[in-house]
């Protein structure tokens, strides 16, 4: 798998021998796919502008890292680093009802586990380098034109066809703008600020989330035991705000925010700033081969860290189905049911984070008052609070009907 390879105009490239499915995006769902349907043994080219590389910031993390359930984790069938999360503990800023899981008490080795998105990423872009059927092809998509047989991508002087294109290309999908496919927006003002920070007390493997007025707080551990990444989501301003304070009054404000839960913060990593959109794609397969996944077809709050999660759903239920079906992949009528399917996940899902934030966020005395009594309840209900980490971790009930 040769960086920077592209297929010439002509022929090879656009007539008799396309690729059975191009994936554009090389992030971490989009990688996956192309590891994914690599397998099964069709023949996959993988497309991106620049090749997944590791990255590392100050304290030695990648900022961006996700929390992976058990069943994304094996999903990705590669080496990589990944920090389990043993516990969590979920509280607000008023009352004193706070929610507890352990990975003991569900039976589970892990509630999930931290993965570095870069190296993730470079692990499975080197994986696909060492299958035949996958090929590397460096560059931006300018154009689509879809046929009955195929689709042509189209760059700067090159052009690639497929019989089934798979977009993973990001909240921002260049495909979907130039597939001329909309989104439906489900609400969502907020921001979030991202850095890793080094914490006084050793986490032991616990993640922390707090619930404020202005939105959650999640400290999650990584490898290191003095070190967690941050997740800060609120409103727009407050959380570009954050961004722009000096080390000493962010340190200050997450402490107070965090309640010193892991005492003073020593370093702070640089900071990431990002908008939360809460959005679905309007048809997930709007023409026959064509497809949208991960981030490109939904996009819902991380205070769950359900977002890679659930476009790692859509890669295995893709892959499950091109290992049942060896014909066309991208023939008429093959991607409806799973349109139809992930979308009613996808808005499923969202709805569940917008209840969560918005629940949390209701104010006076007789909110929290309710809000508390239901903390504890379930935190007292020990089968409830196991069959809620097995959904989480991809292996309950609800999934099955992904």
């Known amino acids: ?13 656009a007539g008799p021998d396309p690729y059975d499915v191009a994936v554009v995006g090389a992030g971490l769902v989009g990688a996956a796919a192309a590891l994914a349907l690599g397998r099964t043994g069709l023949r996959v080219a993988l497309i991106d502008g620049r090749r997944p590389r590791p990255t590392t910031g100050e304290l030695g993390f990648d900022i961006r890292s996700v929390a992976l359930s058990r069943a994304s984790l094996d999903l990705l069938g590669v080496d990589v680093p990944a920090s389990p999360i043993d516990q969590m503990c979920i509280w607000e800023e008023y009352g004193g009802g706070r929610l507890t899981f352990s990975a ?20 499975l872009f080197d994986e696909c380098a060492g299958l035949t059927n996958v090929d590397w092809i460096e560059g931006v ?66 993640a922390y989330q707090r619930f404020s007025d ?20 609120t409103r727009h301003d407050l959380a ?23 005492g003073r913060i020593a370093e702070i990593d640089r900071r990431f700033l990002f908008p939360l959109p809460q959005r679905v794609v309007r048809d997930f397969n709007p023409k026959p081969r064509i497809l949208f996944i991960g981030d ?11 977002g890679v999660n659930l476009g790692l759903e859509d890669v295995a239920v893709i892959a499950d ?18 349109s139809l399917r992930r979308r009613a996940r996808a808005e499923a899902m969202i709805a569940l984070m917008r209840g969560f934030r918005d629940g949390y966020a209701y104010g006076g005395p007789i909110g929290r008052w309710i809000r508390n009594s239901g ?28």
């Open 1 to 13: 798998m040769t960086a920077g390879q592209h297929k010439p105009h002509g022929p090879s490239a």
């Open 104 to 123: 003991n008490e569900a039976g589970v080795d892990a509630l999930a586990w931290m993965v570095e998105s870069s190296r993730a990423c470079a692990a």
């Open 141 to 206: 998509v300018d154009g689509i034109v879809s046929r009955d047989a195929t689709v042509t991508l189209e760059f700067e002087q090159d052009a690639v066809s497929t019989r089934l294109l798979v977009a993973a290309d990001g909240a921002d999908s260049k495909v979907r703008k130039l597939a001329g496919t909309g989104v439906a927006d489900r609400g969502g003002s907020d921001a979030a600020v991202a850095t890793v920070v080094q914490v006084e007390q050793a986490h032991r493997g616990i």
């Open 214 to 233: 202005a939105g959650p707080l999640a400290l999650l551990p990584l490898a290191d035991p003095s070190c967690c990444a941050v997740i800060w989501s």
């Open 240 to 262: 570009k705000e954050l961004a722009t304070l000096d080390d000493s009054a962010f340190a200050a404000a997450l402490e107070g925010t965090s309640e010193l839960v892991l």
């Open 296 to 306: 490109a077809a939904h996009t819902l709050h991380p205070l769950a860290g359900q």
């Open 321 to 338: 189905e091109a290992q049942r079906d060896a014909g066309d992949p991208g023939r008429p009528g093959r991607w409806r049911g799973f």
């Open 375 to 402: 903390v504890r309840l379930i935190d007292a209900a020990p089968a409830v609070k196991r069959q809620l980490v097995r959904e989480a971790m991809g292996v309950g009930v609800l999934s099955r009907f992904a």
